[in-house]
């Protein structure tokens, strides 16, 4: 079985190096396709550092897919440089890129607007952001999820009238919490295993919740 290593953030203790089956990548590109209806020849744009989790699965999400795929080095803005025609579908970013794609470049806008969905990660969404996402037309979603879980396993909606103040979860991922009322998750993703994460978790149901805070590691 083909197996990738990549460094883990520490989420979800110290950062170590991890194998990733290709079947658990390709698993987690698939429910990505699905959640934001990418088609084939869909334009997606890639901006994150690939050799980080994120950036990653953006390139198995395009191949898997048959998606078109546009790599960029990863700056604060992304389309600072790109063709002024280009057009995308897709992207993920970290949350300063999207603030600065707003502030400094507003004509850019209206781009964003046709694409599909716009998904945010690898920090926090400030109050100031999630201020300026209202104005966008296109849904915008904050993702949950580590290297450990492959990418994304739960979103949450950040604008328009699906907006939630937490996270939702595909019903095939099994979420729960334990002892310390911290999210553990089992899914394709996770080898079928049950990962302990270090989060701090309020269940809404059995496949949504709010995160409260991430406890600190010793």
Excluded at 21 to 31: G, N
Excluded at 105 to 110: F, G, H, I, R, Y
Excluded at 144 to 172: C, F, I, Q, W
Aim: aromatic share 6%; glycine share 6%.
């Amino acid at each position: 079985m083909q197996e990738f290593a990549i460094q883990t953030s520490g989420s979800t203790g110290t950062p170590k190096w991890l194998e990733l089956t290709r079947d658990r990548m390709e698993a987690s590109a698939k429910r990505t396709l699905r959640l934001f209806n990418l088609q084939p020849e869909d334009r997606v744009l890639v901006c994150l550092n690939t050799e980080y989790i994120a950036g990653m699965m953006m390139l198995v999400r395009g191949f898997v897919g048959e998606l078109h795929m546009t790599i960029v080095e990863p700056s604060g803005n992304p389309f600072a440089n790109l063709d002024p025609e280009a057009e995308f579908d897709f992207v993920a970013m970290v949350p300063l890129q999207l603030q600065t794609i707003l502030e400094q470049t507003p004509d850019k806008v209206e781009k964003l607007n046709r694409m599909k969905a716009i998904l945010l990660g690898g920090a926090p969404v400030s109050k100031q952001l999630e201020e300026k996402v209202q104005l966008l037309e296109v849904p915008v979603f904050q993702s949950y999820g580590m290297t450990e879980t492959v990418s994304h396993v739960a979103v949450r909606r950040l604008n328009g009238p699906e907006r939630k103040d937490y996270y939702t979860a595909p019903s095939e991922i099994i979420l729960d919490q334990d002892e310390r009322g911290c999210l553990t998750i089992s899914a394709d993703v996770t080898g079928n295993e049950i990962l302990v994460t270090n989060d701090r978790v309020e269940m809404v149901d059995a496949h949504s919740f709010k995160w409260l805070y991430a406890l600190t590691t010793p």
